[in-house]
């Protein structure tokens, strides 16, 4: 079954909604580059809602170590993610499993750097441009894909809706990450976007049982 996690949460009902319609985690935005980045009390508000066995991720993108760390402390995230130039020791080193995004933008030259974070829980690959924050609602590529990644692959950029499906088919993924795909305006979720999302999701997964029955 592919995994959902719904990015960029700003309102305690948001992050219930993908609870109850069946995401798996929810992310959280931290870094000071993007608009939907929350407060650490908000974080927490949500993080305390929430039901048990939804995994919450701290989004993170070249902050300070002492920022981090302060999200660690307060917030206690299930998991981080880098967006940055972070390095593999660099990220490893809060002692919590972390994703690093890996930005698919610039197409088979961002390749090689897929094998530069052997520490990481998962690889998150997005369709913004290395430098560019996440949640751009571009796509890339999926047949650069590569088919022996050595950990599990979060695919992201440009999912809704409509070709979610498409890509669960093409691409198998660990997992999936939506943000932008499911939002009225940025931070702010739609009820039926998200819910119509994944409904997708499932319906490939059902397929992909039937064909493998």
């Not at 300070?64 to 660099?90: C, I, K, N």
């Not at 809060?94 to 750097?113: D, Q, T, Y």
């Not at 999936?176 to 409904?199: C, H, N, Q, Y």
Request: proline letters at 5%; charged letters at 25%; aromatic letters at 6%.
């Amino acid at each position: 079954m592919t995994r959902i996690k719904c990015c960029g949460m700003t309102r305690v009902e948001d992050a219930l909604l993908a609870a109850r319609l069946g995401a798996d985690a929810i992310g959280l935005v931290f870094t000071t580059r993007s608009k939907r980045r929350v407060t650490l009390a908000r974080a927490r508000e949500i993080v305390a809602a929430l039901p048990p066995f939804i995994a919450t991720v701290a989004l993170f993108m070249d902050d300070a170590t002492a920022r981090v760390q302060q999200v660690v402390d307060e917030v206690a995230p299930t998991l981080l993610q880098f967006h940055g130039r972070e390095s593999d020791d660099w990220c490893a080193q809060f002692g919590r499993p972390f994703l690093k995004a890996i930005a698919m933008g610039e197409g088979a030259s961002a390749l090689p750097r897929l094998r530069d974070y052997p520490r990481a829980a998962g690889l998150l690959l997005d369709g913004h441009a290395a430098g560019e924050a996440g949640g751009s609602g571009r796509a890339f590529d999926w047949s650069l894909l590569p088919g022996d990644l050595a950990q599990p692959m979060i695919l992201a950029g440009g999912l809704h809706a409509g070709n979610v499906g498409d890509a669960v088919r093409t691409v198998c993924p660990w997992a999936v990450d939506v943000a932008s795909g499911v939002e009225s305006t940025p931070g702010i979720k739609d009820a039926a976007r998200l819910e119509a999302f994944i409904r997708a999701v499932r319906a490939a997964d059902a397929e992909q049982v039937a064909c493998r029955a």
